[in-house]
C-alpha cells in the first residue's frame, strides 16, 4: 500500500470536518423571507342585520295623528266681543215719505192719543234732511255694535221709502225681546242759540215701571258718554242743563216694552251742530261714544 504523506492526509481530514460544519449550519439557519407588508388596521365586523320582526318600525307603522298645533287662546269674549248674544234693534227716525197721504193719516200714539203716521223730519238751513242724518247714523251705530258682536235689526231698510208709522216702530224689538231699542233724531229748533243733544225718555211705556227704569238708566249712560267722547255738549234749551227730557207723547217709545230711549243728537238749525251731524268723522265718534254706553249698560 502506497503510504499517503501526512501533510496530505492532514488536509483531506481538514477540507471533510470543514464541509459537514458547513452542513450544519446552513440547515439550522431560518429561511429568508422578504418583508411582508404591514397588516391593515383591522376593522369592526359590521353586525349582522336584526332578524325580519312582524312589528313594523316608526317609518313603517301608521303615522300617529299629529297633535293639533297649539294656537293663541280667544280673548274672552267679555273683551273681543262684549256684546256677544245681545240683540239691539235700531230706529233711524222718519224716513223719506214722499207719499204724503200715507204718511199724514193718524195712528195711535199711546194715552189714548193720535198722531200722524209720520213724516220727512226736519232739515238744517242747507236742507240736509233730517232722514238723511237718521239713516247715516242709525248705520254707523249699528256697524259699530256688529263689530262688538251684537246683533242689530233696524226698523227701515233703506232712506228712500214711506213709514213705519210711528205705532209700529217699537215693534220689532217687541218681537225679537230686544236687550234694548235706541231711536235715532235731531231736532229742529229755531230758538237763538239752541243747541246741543238731548235724551227723550217715555213715562208711559208699555213694558211698565221696570221698563222706564231701565230706560232711564240707558239715557244716563248715553248721557254721559256723548260729550265726553264725541264733543257735543248738553242741550242747551231742553232739560234745564240734564239733556233728559221725560215726555208721554212719543209713540215709538210708549208702546215699547224693552228699554227704549230716543236720542235728538243735535239741532239741525243750529251751524255748529249741523257741521257735526253733516261730518261722516264724526258720526263715527258719537257712533262709538253711544256703543260704549251701550255696552256700559248692558255689562
Not at 221 to 246: C, Q, W
Not at 269 to 298: E, G, H, P, V
Amino acid at each position: 500500500m502506497t503510504s499517503i504523506p501526512f501533510r496530505s492526509r492532514l488536509l483531506r481530514t481538514c477540507a471533510g470536518l470543514l464541509a459537514v460544519a458547513l452542513l450544519s449550519g446552513c440547515a439550522s439557519l431560518p429561511p429568508v423571507v422578504a418583508d411582508a407588508p404591514a397588516p391593515a388596521p383591522s376593522m369592526p365586523t359590521p353586525a349582522s342585520p336584526p332578524p325580519p320582526s312582524s312589528t313594523p318600525t316608526p317609518s313603517e307603522a301608521s303615522p300617529s295623528p299629529t297633535a293639533p298645533s297649539p294656537t293663541a287662546t280667544p280673548s274672552a269674549p267679555s273683551e273681543a266681543r262684549p256684546l256677544a248674544g245681545r240683540v239691539i234693534v235700531i230706529d233711524p227716525g222718519h224716513n223719506r215719505n214722499t207719499n204724503g197721504r200715507f204718511i199724514r193719516h193718524k195712528v195711535p200714539a199711546g194715552n189714548g192719543k193720535t198722531k200722524p203716521c209720520n213724516s220727512t223730519g226736519t232739515a238744517t238751513n242747507a236742507n240736509y234732511a233730517e232722514h238723511a242724518y237718521n239713516w247715516a247714523q242709525a248705520n254707523a251705530l249699528a256697524a259699530e255694535l256688529r263689530g262688538r258682536g251684537a246683533t242689530v235689526r233696524l226698523t227701515r231698510s233703506d232712506d228712500r221709502g214711506n213709514g213705519p208709522c210711528v205705532n209700529t216702530r217699537a215693534s220689532l224689538a217687541n218681537e225679537l225681546a230686544a236687550d234694548l231699542l235706541l231711536s235715532i233724531h235731531a231736532d229742529g229748533s229755531y230758538r237763538k242759540g239752541a243747541r246741543g243733544f238731548h235724551v227723550i225718555v217715555s213715562t208711559s211705556m208699555a213694558g211698565g215701571d221696570r221698563i222706564e227704569q231701565e230706560s232711564r238708566r240707558l239715557a244716563g249712560a248715553l248721557r254721559a258718554a256723548l260729550p265726553k267722547e264725541a264733543g257735543v255738549p248738553r242741550s242747551t234749551y231742553i232739560g234745564k242743563g240734564t239733556a233728559m227730557s221725560p215726555r208721554s207723547d212719543i209713540a215709538t217709545l210708549n208702546f215699547a216694552k224693552v228699554p227704549a230711549v230716543m236720542m235728538e243728537m243735535g239741532n239741525m238749525r243750529n251751524a255748529k251742530d249741523a257741521a257735526l251731524l253733516r261730518s261722516s268723522a264724526w258720526r263715527a265718534r258719537a257712533a262709538t261714544a253711544m256703543a260704549d254706553a251701550i255696552s256700559a249698560y248692558l255689562g
